[in-house]
C-alpha cells in the first residue's frame, strides 16, 4: 500500500530485450523521469544465464520458466536504478498488469506491448516487487553499487 510518509527508495528497472528490440527504451526512460523519478544508473548489458537464475529464481521450475530465460538472453537489456519516494510501487504501477493484453492504457504494457503469440509473454519491462528484491536485485545487476 502507498504510504504517504515519504519513503526514498530504490528499484530495478529492466528494459527487456523486446524493449530494446523496438527501440523503446527512450520512450521508456522518459516516463520513468516523467513521474519524477531518479535515474541512478543506466547500462546497456547481455544478461548471462547465471545472472538470470539468480534474479528469477523465485519462478524456477514454472513452465514458463525456460522460455522467459531464453526470450532474456534473446538481445541486450538496458537495466535501471531509480530512486524515489515509494518508487518501487509506482514504478509497477507505470509499469501496468504482468499480460499486455489486459495492462491498463496509459501504463507501459498497456500503451506499447500486445500479446504476440508467443512462448513467453513479451512485456517490455520488469520491475521489482519488494524492498527485499530490489535490494537483491539491484546487487545482481550493478554490483559497484552495493
Ligand atoms: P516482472 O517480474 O518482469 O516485473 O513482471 P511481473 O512481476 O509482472 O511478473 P512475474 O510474475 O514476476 O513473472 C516474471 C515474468 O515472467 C513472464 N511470465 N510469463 N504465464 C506466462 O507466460 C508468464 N508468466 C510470467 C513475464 O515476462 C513476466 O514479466
Ligand atoms: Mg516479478
Known amino acids: 500500500e502507498p504510504s504517504i510518509l515519504p519513503v526514498a527508495e530504490r528499484t530495478l528497472v529492466l528494459v527487456k530485450p523486446d524493449g530494446v528490440r523496438r527501440g523503446l527504451s527512450g520512450e521508456i526512460l522518459r516516463r520513468v523521469e516523467a ?4 535515474l541512478r544508473a543506466v547500462r546497456l548489458m ?13 519462478h524456477e521450475g514454472k513452465p514458463f520458466y525456460q522460455p522467459l530465460v531464453d526470450f532474456m538472453l534473446s538481445g541486450p537489456v538496458l537495466a535501471v536504478v531509480a530512486e524515489g519516494n515509494n518508487v518501487i510501487a509506482g514504478f509497477r504501477s507505470l509499469a501496468g498488469a ?3 493484453t489486459v495492462a491498463a492504457p496509459g501504463t507501459i504494457r498497456g500503451d506499447l506491448g500486445r500479446d504476440w503469440g508467443l512462448k513467453v509473454v513479451q512485456n517490455l519491462v520488469h520491475g521489482s516487487d519488494s524492498t527485499e528484491s530490489a535490494a537483491r536485485e539491484i546487487g545482481l545487476w550493478f554490483p559497484e553499487l552495493v
Not at 35 to 38: A, F
Not at 50 to 58: G, Q
Open 46 to 58: 547481455d544478461a548471462t544465464p547465471e545472472l538470470l537464475a539468480a534474479h528469477y529464481a523465485e
Open 98 to 100: 504482468t499480460d499486455p
Open 35 to 38: 513521474k519524477g523519478y531518479t
